[in-house]
């Protein structure tokens, strides 16, 4: 049988092995995160879920300087959308403070719920939220500001960034690729950033020559993602976990 989890790492790197996806998590990772596992049958779900719980506690609520703004970014081309809202509905659950989840989503918000003008003037924090969607108490989900038709600069996005700064208290931002100028730009202006890897896709050396030019620019990386692991058990194992 295979079951496909989500592994994130967020803890010192760990001692290299045979395989490559070793090697890239202990080139890459800066942080880990315990695999745990319920009383019981094994449930993918569940230990997708706790990876993510520890993800945030270990970035957001760790004794290291504190950290309000992350940009999650893939090193090959895997999809961030769910990780990102997975990782900001976690971390709106655990705090009273609101959280926003910064991606391509333009169209979420019905026209008719943009709010007129003279409420914007008078709610300095109305701006981005009339244009987001807000899909529980204190978590929003915001467009990435890339829509608006301007020349995507690094000035643009620092001050985009600043804007959301501003008016959530946290904020999970979905990035380009990282190899892109926009992902370095974002990440040097945000906390830090999260690598995503794939486990089938990700190679060393890619992993490797991006960091590198990451550090070079002076980003602050906080850890990596490793996506799509696979975890074959045996239906004879599987029945008896």
Not at 120 to 142: E, F
Not at 161 to 186: D, G, M, W
């Amino acid at each position: 049988m295979t079951e496909r989890v989500l592994n994130a790492r967020v803890s010192p790197s760990p001692e290299p092995t045979q395989e490559e996806t070793q090697d890239v998590r202990s080139e890459v990772a800066g942080l880990a995160i315990e695999s745990l596992r319920p009383a019981g049958a094994w449930n993918p779900e569940f230990f997708a879920r706790e990876q993510i719980r520890g993800l945030v506690r270990q970035v957001f609520f760790s004794d290291a300087p504190p950290v309000r703004q992350v940009v999650f970014s893939a090193v090959e081309g895997t999809g961030l959308r769910n990780l990102c809202r997975a990782v900001g509905e976690t971390l709106a659950a655990h705090t009273q403070e609101t959280v926003a989840v910064v991606g391509g989503y333009p169209s979420l918000v019905p026209r008719t719920e943009i709010q007129p003008p003279e409420r914007v003037k008078k709610d300095a924090a109305a701006p981005l939220r009339q244009i987001a969607a807000r899909v529980r108490g204190n978590l929003w989900l915001v467009p990435d500001g890339r829509s608006t038709g301007d020349l995507v600069t690094a000035k643009l996005l620092h001050a985009y960034l600043a804007e959301v700064r501003r008016q959530f208290e946290y904020s999970i931002v979905e990035a380009p690729p990282a190899k892109s100028e926009e992902a370095t730009a974002l990440a040097q202006f945000a906390d830090g950033i999260i690598l995503v890897l794939s486990a089938h896709h990700t190679r060393r050396a890619a992993a490797c020559q991006i960091k590198a030019a990451l550090e070079a620019a002076d980003v602050r990386i906080l850890g990596a993602v490793l996506s799509d692991r696979v975890f074959p058990i045996p239906e004879a194992i599987y029945r008896r976990l």
